[in-house]
């Protein structure tokens, strides 16, 4: 009875050395799996920067800055190119999600986030602003995303803004979209060429569930 008792000791140890091995394995295998994961987002997003190489330099706030017509407070969720929620633009720290502090005045909307650069959008760059649930690949509830587009470089890009009180998003769409259309106004009347939110086909101030196929 007691070299049975002893043999099955001896077996019960080996398996459990068996298991550790096994865990232990598993885990190495896992963590070079996400290692990899990580590696391949990090060369996609270097990728898509040098591709996007070609935007311009952002513009900066005025030092004399201007009496603030509205402040929110919040978190910036990214940019992509307008009417395209899932292209993401990451030149010139764009791409980083970051808390921020959102100004509009007469001079244009200035943006100071917190880990990540500070940008300016001049009055006359402001293409328009709408309600949305998604961008860059964050999908929030209806109506629950601020989408601010404007123009950048002959380009049109959408940046997304959700603040710490909802109910604020309303009056910003309207209060950029009245300085959209009055520097739109006021550059035609003066005979500048302005880009057209709705290039093409697309609907850039559609709701995201109405954009085309993604």
Do not use: C, N
């Amino acid at each position: 009875m007691t070299t049975l008792t002893l043999l099955l000791a001896a077996d019960q140890k080996s398996q459990q050395v068996t298991d550790w091995s096994a865990r232990i394995g598993w885990i190495v295998g896992l963590g070079l799996f996400v290692a990899l994961v990580y590696w391949l987002m990090r060369e996609g997003w270097k990728w898509r920067g040098t591709l996007q190489g070609g935007l311009p330099e952002l513009p900066t706030a005025p030092e004399d800055g201007a009496e603030p017509l509205l402040t929110l407070r919040g978190r910036y969720h990214g940019s992509t190119t307008a009417g395209q929620w899932l292209d993401r633009i990451v030149a010139h720290g764009l791409g980083v999600r970051s808390m921020a502090v959102l100004t509009l005045t007469e001079q244009g909307l200035h943006a100071e986030r917190t880990g990540a650069p500070d940008f300016f959008v001049p009055t006359a760059a402001l293409r328009g602003a709408r309600l949305d649930k998604g961008i860059a690949g964050k999908v929030l509830t209806e109506g629950g995303l601020l989408v601010i587009t404007w123009e950048h470089g002959g380009r049109l890009i959408d940046s997304g803004f959700r603040s710490e009180h909802a109910a604020e998003h309303a009056g910003w769409v309207d209060a950029v979209g009245s300085m959209a259309s009055a520097s739109g106004a006021a550059a035609s009347a003066a005979g500048a060429p302005v880009i057209d939110q709705h290039p093409g086909d697309s609907a850039v101030a559609a709701p995201l569930h109405q954009e085309g196929p993604r």
